[in-house]
């Protein structure tokens, strides 16, 4: 049996290597104890998915989930019959290692609560975030605008800006007519937007949209066959606005003609312009009520004219 | 014309690359405020991009043009199937952004259809897998539909709700093209109209309307639209449930950038179904336009057969055909483009037209057949159309009360030339405030038509107006307005309106013993708008006419009105001399406004048999 060395050097080498092993061991004991007694962070969203151990939010972020995670009714903080599904919404408790351990479920939207910035480096992706040229060349662009394939360089918050128009009218347009404004944001009504005279040559009308809204849009007087036209006399195509992310814009536009006001042309005619029994006096300008064409009541043969 | 169209929109449909997507689950809603379909429960979404996605919720933009789908997510093509948590396509941008879920989740981008080859790790939009909050009742549920993009929406099993009830559709179809031609409409007015768009595609649409209107009661019709990107085409049959059916025909070319030809034709029969008719008339409206850089020439022509049904047709019994008249107009127009003249603030556009008038005052008005005559031949049609009498005096008077005029002339040859004069929007003043300042306008119209009867008209036409804005909401404007048409005979025209015993009568009252066919209408108006918020407009119209003849209620009534119960001119001989117009307009759901208005017309102290009429108007506006 070998008797203990007695190289007090030697002693002393392995008693510092223990000793430093022991300290890296309780400073690790140490930490994940604090760690793991550390405070949870909450955040709110919105689901996108629950589905094998992960949580997904709307931010395309998909958690962790702990296998016996608490799913409680957000409102009550009780137990809950919701299941988490996309579009609910949930209170998503984080633990210190990006675990989520428990989700308050609503199906209403809930008040906003942490930060997702906190809990983005607890998001699980297989591969390494890599750079967005659609994004980069654009600076931070949170959607691709609208127009093809390239992006442009505006995004759109979707806030509600008033939109004032202001459109000048042909001169030969009558002081008492209606001006509208029709738009594919309403089928192309012709009536759908009424407008309101501010002068001789000038209508106006504010509406709100929301920011980003595409619009294409034509003026007219109350129909298609009195819809404005090119100044060359073509039938002109849809005016095109984006609506701004600012509080107001003023959109001025020119009609050069209406339809059914070209000079010396005969006015294209409405539906049901031939007089019949029913439709006795299509025609402007004859005086109403006297006695419309109607049938013979009897049937005399005509005379030989 | 109608072949060229319905080739040039299938050559569309064949060529514009839109995707369609063809949607199932438990269940789809649609929110036509914001055009979002959402959709919830065995979501299986097959595209035409050649992929198939399967999941638990589908959420898409129509306007935005994008879609996503999430939860226990499945993505299909020719290459495999690969799970996931969400998807969401950009179709404008033709990106697609995946969330996979293999053994952990990673993030892919699909590049230009690229299913193979997904770019990993890639950032995505940070609304990539947005869902839109929604906060209101679906317009329309189904279990089914079919997404043109951009285009078009066709449900399946489609429940559309009005007023919280459910009313079944079947098939269903809402339109959000950008297309303009898909909303041109073949119809006539009508008090209401509820329209079911049964089938469609982005270059067709097919509606049947229930229709409702104080001449034809409920009735129903169908429509037919067939666009393209420059043409398109309407056909129509309206009332399609009775007996007076009017086929309508809507065509319209666009040849390149300068020239464009649109018609429309009617076909009128008096018919059981499809049975022979007792009745049919023709009408056609054709129009083409050249553009040249700085003018353009117009060519308009109207054909009308009042009687298609042959000869004999009028003897049958209980004959409806009426009269064998058959107008025609053509007329070639030359305009100007607006100009500016030298520096002044003044700008000008002149016009001259060359056209003729066959038959155009059709002889079924002034004698028809006067064994037809209305009350057992004691009255004739209809008597002096307006203005411009054409002929002279029927040998045989019929009446002792009316005069009744007989066609001489039965083709009108006429030169029309005129020019328009108008001020941009001149400030009179130079205050501190921009709502301070005042604008004057003005406007001259001056056009003479040489007739071969002969005879020529004069319109002059004078428009002044002052205007200010008071603040952001509220603008005001006075305008006066000058109208001057006269009807100058070179030979015989109008008559001298005598009075028997020099008593005015009803027939021949007091300005008219001096009328010899010019008119003069003088028209002050005072203008108010007040828009205080983008949801709530008041306007006010309160005008003066002063009139040469000076109108006598019940001589001359107002003029027909529109669909709306509005007249269908805003100025005609013999309005009241005073009248005013309230009308309001306020928002009364997130997407239709609520609009009534109410006129007064006061006749004056003059005529004491009738102070005044009114005129009261409701409309519901999709805004």
Redesign the interface.
């Known amino acids: 049996m070998m008797p203990p060395s007695t190289n007090p050097s030697t002693k002393f080498t392995l008693s510092a290597v223990e000793g430093l092993r022991m300290t890296t061991v309780l400073a690790l004991v140490l930490a994940a104890v604090l760690l793991a007694a550390g405070p949870s962070i909450v955040v709110t969203g ?1 689901l ?5 151990g ?1 949580v ?1 939010f ?3 972020d ?1 958690f962790r989930v702990a296998p016996g995670v608490v799913i409680h009714d957000a409102k009550t903080g009780g137990p809950t019959k919701l299941a988490p ?3 609910m919404w949930a209170r998503a408790t984080f633990d210190a290692t990006g675990t989520v351990t428990e989700l308050d479920l609503s199906r209403a ?1 809930l008040p906003p609560e942490g930060n997702f910035d906190d809990v983005t480096r607890f ?10 040229p ?2 980069l060349a654009y600076q931070n ?4 605008g ?4 390239a ?1 442009t360089s505006v995004s759109y918050s979707g806030k509600p800006v ?1 939109v004032t128009f202001i459109v ?1 009218v ?3 347009t ?4 209606s001006v509208y404004i ?1 738009t ?1 944001q ?9 407008m ?7 209508y ?5 949209y929301p920011s980003g ?2 619009f ?1 849009y ?1 003026y007219d007087r109350g129909s ?1 066959q009195s819809e404005e036209i ?6 002109r195509a ?1 005016r095109n606005f984006v609506v701004p992310d600012a509080d107001v814009r003023t959109v001025s536009d020119t009609v ?1 003609a209406w339809q059914d006001q ?5 006015n ?12 006795p ?1 299509p ?21 030989a ?1 | 014309m109608l072949l060229v169209i319905l080739a040039s929109a299938v050559a569309r449909a064949q060529s514009t690359p839109i995707t369609v997507l063809y949607l199932n689950a438990k269940s789809i809603n649609f929110y036509y405020d914001r055009f979002l379909l959402e959709a ?1 429960g065995n979501v299986r979404l097959r595209t035409s991009d050649g992929f198939t996605v399967t ?3 589908f959420s898409m933009d129509l ?2 043009n994008r879609f996503l789908v ?4 499945t993505l299909q093509d020719r290459s495999g199937t690969v799970s996931g ?2 998807i969401s396509d ?1 179709l ?4 697609i ?1 995946f ?1 996979p ?7 892919w ?1 699909f590049l230009n259809g690229d299913l193979a080859h997904p ?13 839109p ?1 929604i906060t209101t009742q679906p317009d329309m549920t189904g279990t089914g539909a079919v997404i043109g993009t951009k285009t078009y929406l066709r449900f399946i099993g489609a429940v559309a709700y009005v007023a919280g009830v459910g009313i079944p559709l079947g098939s269903n179809v809402i ?4 297309n ?1 031609y ?7 007015g009508a008090t209401a109209d509820i329209t079911w768009q049964v089938a469609g595609s982005p270059n067709a649409l097919t509606a049947l309307h229930l229709r409702y209107d104080p ?2 009661k409920l009735y129903g019709s169908v429509e037919q639209h067939f666009v393209g990107d420059h043409e398109y085409a309407i056909l129509s049959v ?1 009332p399609a449930t009775r007996a ?1 059916k ?1 086929w ?1 025909a809507m065509l ?1 070319e ?1 040849l390149g950038s ?1 020239f ?1 030809i ?1 018609s ?1 034709t ?1 076909y ?1 029969a ?1 018919q059981n179904y499809l049975q022979l008719p007792r ?1 049919a ?1 023709q ?1 056609t ?1 054709i ?1 083409a ?1 050249y ?2 850089p700085h003018s ?3 060519a ?3 054909l ?1 057969n ?1 009687n298609l049904l042959g000869p004999g047709s ?2 049958v ?4 055909g ?1 009269s064998l008249a058959h107008p025609t ?1 053509l ?1 070639l ?1 030359a ?1 100007s ?2 100009n500016k003249i030298a520096k002044l603030p003044l ?1 000008e556009n002149i ?3 060359y ?1 003729f008038a066959h038959d155009s005052v059709g002889s ?2 002034l004698n ?5 005559w ?3 031949g004691a ?1 004739a ?3 002096v ?3 411009q009498a054409y002929g002279a005096l029927c040998n045989v008077q019929p009446s002792k009360v009316y005069k009744y005029y007989c066609p001489v002339y039965t083709t009108i040859y006429n030169t ?1 030339l ?1 020019f ?3 001020t ?2 001149l400030k009179l003043n130079q205050p501190e405030s921009p709502y301070q300042q005042y ?1 004057f ?3 001259f ?1 001056k ?1 003479r038509q040489w007739n071969s009867l002969p005879h020529y008209i004069d319109n002059t ?1 004078t ?5 200010r ?1 008071f603040n952001r909401a509220l ?1 005001t ?1 006075v ?1 006066y ?1 000058i109208q001057n048409i006269g009807d100058h005979y070179i030979d015989g025209g109008y008559e001298q309106c005598t009075q028997p015993h020099g008593q005015p009568t009803t027939f021949c009252p007091d300005s008219f013993t001096s009328f010899r066919g010019v008119a003069t209408l003088r ?1 002050a ?1 005072f ?1 108010l ?1 007040d ?1 205080p918020t ?2 709530f ?1 008041l ?1 006010l ?1 309160v ?1 003066h006419h002063q009139d040469y003849p000076i109108p006598v209620p019940g001589l ?5 009105n529109n669909i709306l119960g509005q007249p ?6 013999g309005q009241p001399p005073y009248d005013a117009t309230a009308d309001v ?1 306020f928002k009364i759901l997130p997407h239709t406004l609520a ?1 009534i208005s109410r006129t007064l017309y006061w006749y004056g102290n003059p005529y004491r048999a009738q102070y005044w009429q009114q005129n009261f108007v409701i ?1 519901l ?3």
């Not at chain 1, 106006?204 to 709100?208: K, L, N, Q």
Request: proline share 14%; aromatic share 12%; hydrophobic share 30%.
């Open positions: 919105q996108l998915a629950y589905q094998d992960f997904f709307t931010t395309g998909g599904a996309p579009r939207a998001a699980v992706a297989a591969s390494s975030p890599a750079p967005n659609d994004l662009l949170a959607t691709p609208p127009g093809g394939g992006p008033l000048q042909p001169p030969t009558p002081l008492t007519a029709s594919d309403s089928a192309w009504n012709a009536q759908a937007i009424p309101d005279r501010i002068d001789a040559l000038h106006s009308i504010t509406r709100r809204t595409i294409h034509l298609l090119a100044q060359n006399g073509l039938s849809p050069s070209v000079p010396g042309s005969i294209q005619q409405q539906p049901q312009i031939m007089p019949t029994p029913y439709n006096a025609f402007p300008n004859l005086p109403p009520g006297l006695p419309p064409p109607e049938p013979p009541q009897s049937h005399k043969p005509p005379p004219r | 919830d999941g638990d919720s306007k935005l999430a939860g226990h997510v948590a969400a950009f404008d941008f033709k990106r952004y969330v879920v293999t053994s952990e989740p990673d993030r981008t770019a990993m790790g890639r950032v995505m939009p940070g609304d990539a897998f947005y869902f909050p339109s959000f093209s950008s303009q898909l909303a041109q409409n073949s119809l006539s001449t034809y309206n007076e009017w309508n319209y666009k300068r464009q649109q429309f009617q009128y008096q009745a008339q009408t409206w129009n336009t553009a040249f353009y020439v117009t308009t022509s109207q009308v009042y009028l003897e019994p209980k004959p409806l009426g107009f007329q127009t305009n483009f607006q700008f016009y001259e037209g056209g079924q008005y028809g057949f006067p064994g037809y209305p009350g057992n009255f049609p209809i008597p159309p307006g203005l029309v005129g328009n004069l108008f941009p929007s604008y306008n003005a406007s119209n056009q036409n428009t002044l107006t002052v205007s804005q603008h404007y305008g307005e028209t108006s203008g708008n828009t983008p949801d407009n306007s119209l005008r001359f009534a107002f003029p027909e269908l001119y805003s100025w005609w001989l307009r609009d409309q506006l999709p805004i």
